[in-house]
């Protein structure tokens, strides 16, 4: 299932810094983000091997995911909340704001062999 950490911050006069290591297994291969999605839904798969973390760095978005036993919704609207989805986590991006950047980090480079684009069979909060 994911998990939703909050991310070390640290703050002074000269504004915030929010530190990203430690977070997923192995070494981060790729990086994208997404923005001016709007209402469109993104995702929609899972991974056989690959670990993602999403960081909402403006804006906010909504995260369903079904981990084939539990599903749930996220909401991220903080820079400093990271949300931990494992390869088994079946997600849906959507709700994005107008302004929203939605950072993804990933510990495997793209290859589209490891997406499974099936959902699980529980399926009662996926987004219409």
């Not at 070494?27 to 995702?43: D, L, P």
């Not at 995911?65 to 919704?73: A, F, L």
């Not at 704001?97 to 399926?123: A, C, G, H, K, R």
Request: aromatic share 12%.
């Amino acid at each position: 299932m994911p998990q939703l950490v909050e991310l070390n911050t640290f703050t002074s006069g000269a504004g915030n810094l929010t530190v990203f290591e430690k977070i997923i297994p192995g070494t981060i291969k790729r990086v994208f983000y997404i923005y001016g999605a709007s209402e469109i839904k993104r995702g929609g798969h899972r991974h056989h091997k690959t670990w993602n973390a999403l960081v909402c760095l403006h804006g906010s978005c909504r995260v369903y995911s079904n981990d084939g036993e539990n599903e749930e919704y996220f909401f991220l609207d903080n820079p400093a909340s990271c949300l931990i989805l494992e390869p088994k986590d079946w997600h849906i991006m959507d709700s994005f704001s107008e302004d929203s950047i939605l950072l993804v980090l990933s510990n495997e480079y793209y290859d589209q062999s490891d997406y499974i684009d099936q959902p699980y069979m529980l399926n009662q909060l996926i987004p219409q």
